[in-house]
Nanobody, 118 residues
Framework: QVQLVESGGASVQVGGSLRLSCTIP????????MGWYRQPPGKQRNLVAFHIKSSNSAHYPDSSLKGRITISRDTADAQETLYLQMQSVEPEDAGVYYC????????WGQGTQVTVVS
């Protein structure tokens, strides 16, 4: 099974910045569109950003984060890396962040925790 590994989560102050990373294994199941999902405490997991490799385009379906996050994807190596740069962090950005294909495929990774403190 493909193992997605997220990292970079931390406790960050309001207004601070953070960069999340996701290691994407070299697998035949790898797809064109990869995304970041956020699960706030007690809520459902939702897609907040996705990247389309073939067009090298970024998309942000969650309007609450738009303008404060940037998704990017390093495809230089066989093992790709997906990033989520977060800036001007707000309390509502807190949660566990996961990466997966869009739509999701296979098991979810453990995610990476983002905690926002004032």
């Amino acid at each position: 099974q493909v193992q997605l590994v997220e990292s970079g989560g931390a406790s960050v102050q309001v207004g601070g910045s953070l960069r999340l990373s996701c290691t994407i294994p070299d697998t035949p199941n790898r797809r064109d569109t990869m995304g970041w999902y956020r699960q706030p405490p007690g809520k459902q997991r939702n897609l907040v950003a996705f990247h389309i490799k073939s067009s090298n385009s970024a998309h942000y379906p969650d309007s609450s984060l738009k303008g404060r996050i940037t998704i990017s994807r390093d495809t230089a190596d066989a093992q790709e890396t997906l990033y989520l740069q977060m800036q001007s962090v707000e309390p509502e950005d807190a949660g566990v962040y996961y990466c997966n294909w869009v739509p999701p495929v296979g098991p979810w990774g453990q995610g990476t925790q983002v905690t926002v403190v004032s």
